[in-house]
């Protein structure tokens, strides 16, 4: 089955820029959707189809995807953005959705 | 506004069974994929199986895959996962979320429910 691995954590001084991965075989052929979920939440959509933000969804977050790598790009870090971030496919071979391992972005 | 609200949790026995129900409102039920993804305690988050905005077809992660069923009544804009043979490695909060599309593939969950907890534990 396919395999989406991220980094378990991320630190960031508040203002900077956090960088979340998402390893995956030739992930740059599939789109990507990132969400946040901040503790005793549901999940919220932050990116699709690997660089789309949706309505409400501040502009400092960004995506990007090439190759066997697709990253999530927060940048001016604020405290509110503390949160787990998971990616998400959809794998054609399985027909399976697939979530990443998650990361855990934690602000300095 | 959106709203999805799940329900039917609860504490249940190693092999028994459960049925969890996902209230919709907001926008057109029928016009929508619907998913069901679920969360074990401190764990990441596990897609369990998907249903086309029909109804017609269905999807199943390999864990759940011939105990799980998912199905949908767009009379009741209501979304079900009956669960059967249930074991502990179920034991999770299990949200409802909205496709973004009618079809299954690529889309995304633009909603989610706040999940409804399911422990599997004698």
């Known amino acids: 089955s396919y395999v989406l691995t991220q980094p378990p954590s991320v630190s960031v001084a508040p203002g900077k820029t956090a960088r979340v991965t998402c390893g995956g075989n030739n992930i740059g052929s599939k789109s990507v959707h990132w969400y946040q979920q901040k503790p005793g939440q549901a999940p919220v959509l932050v990116i699709s189809y690997d660089s789309d933000r949706p309505s409400g969804i501040p502009e400092r977050f960004s995506g990007s995807n090439s190759g066997n790598t697709a990253t999530l790009t927060i940048s001016r870090v604020e405290a509110g953005d503390e949160a787990d971030y998971y990616c998400?496919?959809?794998?054609?071979?399985?027909?399976?959705?697939?979530f990443g391992t998650g990361t855990e972005v934690t602000v300095l | 506004e959106v709203v999805l609200l799940e329900s039917g949790g609860g504490l249940v026995q190693p092999g028994g069974s459960l049925r969890l129900s996902c209230s919709a409102s907001?926008?057109?039920?029928?016009?929508?994929?619907m998913n069901w993804v679920r969360q074990a305690p401190g764990k990441g988050l596990e897609w369990v199986a998907s249903?086309?905005?029909?109804?017609?077809?269905?999807y199943y992660a390999d864990s759940v895959k011939g105990r799980f069923t998912i199905s949908r009544d767009n009379s009741r804009n209501t979304l079900y996962l009956q669960m059967n043979h249930l074991r502990g490695d179920d034991t999770a909060v299990y949200y409802c979320a909205k496709d973004e599309e009618c079809t299954y593939g690529t889309s995304y969950f633009d909603y989610w429910g706040q999940g409804t907890l399911m422990t599997v534990s004698s």
């Open positions: 907001g926008f057109t039920f029928s016009s929508y994929a």
């Open positions: 249903v086309t905005c029909s109804g017609g077809i269905t």
């Open positions: 998400q496919v959809w794998d054609s071979s399985s027909d399976h959705r697939v």
